[in-house]
């Protein structure tokens, strides 16, 4: 079974850069079946937002209002997926989640969740 692990600070400051790692258990991120390795986000008392992704042939997609700050990327000998986000803002602070996602909205492994924090 496909398990993912969220890892990275619990607190950022503003301006500074968001880094987070998904760790990939149980199946490969360089499958050749299409699966999008995907980053997403919860902020308090809202809901889901959906970041972007990085897919098997190590093309990425994001969110048109995140886009000018995001970066994700691969590490394939580690079987990892790596968000980075850029100039943080109080805004951004929420559970950020990596899962599969096998087509549009459409997850069907998940982490457990990662609390992120921006704050002074």
């Known amino acids: 079974q496909v398990q993912l692990q969220e890892s990275g600070p619990g607190l950022v400051k503003p301006s500074q850069t968001l880094s987070l790692t998904c760790t990939v258990s149980?199946?490969?991120?360089?499958?050749?079946?299409?699966?999008?390795w995907s980053w997403v986000r919860q902020p308090p008392g809202k809901g889901l937002e959906w970041i972007g992704y990085?897919?098997?042939?190590?093309?990425?997609y994001y969110s048109p209002s995140l886009k000018t700050r995001t970066s994700i990327s691969r590490d394939t000998s580690k079987n990892q997926f790596i968000l980075q986000l850029r100039s943080v803002t109080p805004e951004d602070t929420g559970v950020y989640y990596c899962?599969?996602?096998?087509?549009?909205?459409?997850?069907?492994?998940w982490g457990q969740g990662t609390q992120v924090t921006v704050s002074f």
């Open positions: 990085v897919d098997y042939r190590d093309s990425t």
């Open positions: 149980g199946g490969s991120i360089t499958s050749n079946r299409y699966y999008a």
């Open positions: 899962a599969r996602a096998l087509g549009w909205g459409i997850y069907d492994y």
